[in-house]
């Protein structure tokens, strides 16, 4: 499976971004739980927000009540709303399944910076 994220840029603390993920070669997608994860450089990868196959998610305490994740499962797709965004949002975001990681995408750059 190959997973390409897309949508990062440059914001200024308080503006939204949306990313997405779209994991393709594979099957089973609409049954598999994906997460969002984000690292900052010297920093671990950290899972910020979680969905299941279902559509039920579980979100960091950092992020609860600013991101939203989603997913298009006939498109193989899983989105990231993220608002009111700080700088401390700052990183590399990533999506993968939860377990039995796929290969790491290259990862969209989230920037917020005033």
């Known amino acids: 499976v190959q997973l390409q994220a897309s949508g990062g840029g440059e914001v200024q603390p308080g503006g939204s971004l949306r990313l997405s993920c779209v994991a393709s070669?594979?099957?089973?997608?609409?049954?598999?739980?994906m997460g969002w994860y984000r690292q900052v450089p010297g920093k671990q990868r950290e899972l910020v927000v979680r969905i299941t196959g279902g559509g039920s998610t579980i979100y960091a305490d950092s992020v609860k009540g600013r991101f939203t994740i989603s997913r298009v499962n006939a498109k193989n797709t899983v989105n990231l709303q993220m608002n009111s965004l700080k700088p401390e949002d700052t990183a590399v975001y990533y999506c993968?399944?939860?377990?039995?990681?796929?290969?790491w995408g290259q990862g969209t750059l989230v920037t917020v910076s005033s």
């Open positions: 070669g594979g099957s089973g997608f609409s049954t598999t739980s």
């Open positions: 993968n399944r939860l377990d039995r990681l796929w290969a």
